[in-house]
């Protein structure tokens, strides 16, 4: 028996360290005093065990007893321990039912409502297109570097909401009964329309809208009167000075990206800049303030922008050089 490997427990269950505890074996009080010489790694086991056994050994008349029932206590140290259920009444059974409900209904809508929340976002890259089709039907064609989104649940009320960055062409779809469909730009204005074509610019420097066929109503978050727009009519705010401008223009000279090009029809050369930079993330420059009032008339495809500036450079008698990262316009 290899008893340098033997607990506490060990001990108090052999028959033999129990009559060397009790004295009553002179055999084991020879045995166990032999084996404490030899410095066991388990001695304080042994002492502790030792100590047990004769606290229970000073109490004579129930010393039988008493170890048996140490006995028992050890053997049952490794028995599962039983559960006795608590008598529950039918009224609290009922309470804990109706909060289990309550919470699984609660834990539903919160994340139906998450979810509902959530946005779909559609994006383009500088120099790219893209049609989105609308859950009801209506379409946009985003253009360079713009994002439009809009909430899961945003065609299901009674109004259709989307969110513009950018610039997009919509086409909005009439629904019976009539809905409602408002362009949010977070910046200068939102659109309202029913049923209509026009195109929208949302850009860091200026707010358009152009309206090519029906009817719709801007309404200007500065809480100055909303203007109703008509075919042909330009509606724009400019970031810096928030002066409002409205005018009869072509309205295909502002949706000319779509069929990929630029339309200048006696444009500024700065409205032109900012379009070359809006379409194509560059950055240029015009080497002096009278040459930013010169205009451009002309319809160039939309390729390379050092290819597009050689062009608009042409046109306006002008020449364009590159300095690291930067185009400029100058005379020379």
């Known amino acids: 028996m290899n008893y340098e490997n033997y607990t506490v427990d060990d001990f108090l269950m052999d028959d033999q360290f129990l009559a060397y ?15 404490q010489l030899g410095k066991p790694p388990n001695i304080f086991a042994f002492q502790e065990a030792e100590r047990l056994c004769r606290l229970l050994n000073g109490q004579k008349p129930r010393l039988n007893e008493s170890l048996r029932e140490l006995d028992d206590l050890i053997r049952s140290r490794d028995r599962p321990v039983p559960i006795i259920p608590l008598p529950v009444s039918r009224g609290f059974q009922r309470w ?5 409900v309550l919470l699984a209904i609660g834990l539903c809508w919160a994340g139906y ?3 509902n929340n959530q946005y779909i976002s559609y994006e383009t890259g500088y120099n790219q297109q893209r049609t989105v089709s609308l859950p009801d039907g209506s379409r946009v064609v985003l253009n360079s570097h713009s994002v439009l989104r809009h909430r899961r649940n945003g065609f299901s009320g009674n109004e259709r909401v989307v969110e513009l960055t950018g610039e997009g062409y919509f086409s909005v779809r009439h629904l019976v009964p009539l809905t409602p469909f408002r362009v949010v730009t977070n910046d200068a204005f939102d ?3 029913l049923g209509t074509e026009f195109t929208l610019s949302n850009r860091p420097t200026l707010h358009r ?8 109503r801007v309404s200007f978050h500065d809480n100055r009167p909303a203007v109703v727009m008509q075919p042909g009519q330009l509606v724009e705010v400019d970031d810096s ?8 223009v072509r309205a295909d000279q502002y949706n000319a990206w779509l069929r990929n090009q630029f339309l200048f029809d006696n444009t500024s050369l700065t409205d032109v800049i900012h379009q070359i930079e809006e379409q194509f993330g560059v950055t240029v420059q015009i080497d002096g303030d009278k040459l930013a009032e010169q205009t451009v008339t002309g319809i160039l495809p939309i390729s390379k922008p050092e290819t597009v500036l050689e062009a608009v450079a042409a046109l306006a008698q002008l020449k364009v050089r590159k300095t690291k990262n930067v185009f400029i316009l100058s005379k020379n």
Do not use: K, M, P
């Open 191 to 193: 659109v309202q329309v």
């Open 96 to 100: 804990v039912v109706a909060a289990s």
């Open 113 to 115: 409502q998450y979810w």
């Open 21 to 35: 505890c009790q004295g009553s074996d002179s055999a084991a009080v020879l045995f166990w005093e032999t084996w």
């Open 209 to 216: 809208v152009v309206l090519n066929s029906g009817r719709i």
């Open 241 to 248: 000075t928030r002066r409002l401008r409205q005018r009869a």
